[in-house]
């Protein structure tokens, strides 16, 4: 109940495309989902997060759609560059005072020029 | 603004020893997190510290452990190393207002190697 599953595990996409990762979970109380990039070689860097009471949120091409009734979040990648090649992370968390956060196995995305 | 610092970023240690990770959290940051990122289990929450107290574990054995400091710098260490605790390590920082604000911010991590 405490898993969240992401899918694809690896992703191809052209550059100008648009990248779509999906993550599901099972636990209601997880009220924070955020998503983290990670470059090789670096630690994972917030990308977008959102929260249970809106649907959707976009920040420049990144888009989190947030399906509360079944229980799924995705992260869209508009007009994909070879620059947002990197592993994907989605997350969820309980409360607004911990940061034990609840992690996807990660997708991996290459962005072919 | 710096961001969070880990050190040393590459060890190899052998089984059965031990090993001591420092994180500098971002200046003001109050709370420190660790998880270990492996392949196959990817990212797991050890634990988190706040004002030099435990917070919340995560479900790894007693081997692994840690504290924090008064200026908000933080170790983890594991004891009686085993071929499985290779991993990264990574250390993130929060400025936890209370408001919600989950920010973390990671650090480039400590890849441990053991043989």
């Known amino acids: 109940q405490q898993q969240v599953k992401q899918s694809p595990q690896s992703l191809i996409v052209q550059k100008g495309g648009i990248s779509i990762i999906n993550c599901a979970y099972e636990?209601?109380?997880?009220?924070?989902f955020p998503w983290y990039q990670q470059f090789p070689g670096k630690g994972p860097a917030l990308l977008i997060a959102i929260r249970p009471d809106v649907s959707e949120k976009k920040e420049g091409r990144f888009t989190i759609s947030f399906n509360k009734s079944a229980k799924q979040f995705s992260l869209h990648i508009m007009d994909s560059q070879p620059g947002d090649s990197a592993t994907y992370f989605c997350a969820a968390s309980i409360g607004s005072g911990t940061y034990k956060y609840i992690f996807g196995t990660g997708t991996r995305l290459k962005v072919l020029a | 603004k710096a961001g969070v610092t880990q050190t040393p970023r590459y060890l190899i240690k052998t089984r059965g020893q031990q090993v001591t990770l420092s994180c500098s959290p971002i200046s003001g940051h109050r709370s420190v997190s660790w998880y270990q990122q492996t392949p196959g289990q990817g990212l797991q929450f050890l634990f988190e510290?706040?004002?030099?107290?435990?917070?919340n574990k995560g479900n790894f054995p007693g081997r692994f452990s840690g504290r924090q400091f008064s200026n908000s710098r933080s170790e983890m260490n594991v004891s009686t190393l085993e071929l499985g605790d290779s991993a990264l390590y990574l250390c993130a920082s929060s400025l936890d207002r209370g408001t919600g604000a989950n920010v973390l911010t990671f650090g480039a991590g400590s890849r441990l190697t053991v043989l």
């Open positions: 510290y706040f004002s030099e107290t435990q917070r």
């Open positions: 636990n209601t109380a997880f009220d924070y």
